[in-house]
């Protein structure tokens, strides 16, 4: 979901995520979706992901209740660097910690990837 057309379809369930972060016993980390842009209208899924360190990470998001209603772009917060999604050429949209919006310019290499579904997984 770095707005090189991995975007995530409508009437679609985010149930799972994995990424890639250089810090240790990270906290506050979530998934956002927005429908509005790649860089404004982020909302959160689910709720913190349990804290965790360095390397790469795995979660499944139970409390994603709700399909998108439209395409949408997928980026995650943690509380060190912001959330990330990306433009072309590793040039990267961010926000600093938990926002809804990414103003920013950055240059590197975001990794995360988002699972979804058209079928609900559970109640």
Request: glycine fraction near 10%; aromatic fraction near 16%.
């Amino acid at each position: 979901a770095n707005d090189n057309g991995a975007t995530i379809a409508g009437q679609s369930y985010l149930f799972a995520f994995k990424y890639t972060c250089n810090q240790d016993n990270l906290t506050n980390t979530k998934v956002k979706l927005s429908s509005t842009s790649v860089s404004e209208g982020y909302t959160d899924i689910g709720s913190n992901v349990p804290m965790h360190n360095s390397g790469e990470n795995y979660f499944v998001l139970k409390g994603n209740s709700n399909p998108t209603s439209e395409t949408s772009y997928m980026a995650v917060s943690a509380e060190r660097f912001g959330y990330f999604s990306g433009t072309s050429g590793f040039n990267f949209k961010y926000g600093n910690f938990d926002v809804n919006e990414l103003p920013y310019n950055w240059t590197g290499i975001a990794l995360y990837q988002g699972l979804t579904t058209t079928t609900k997984q559970w109640d």
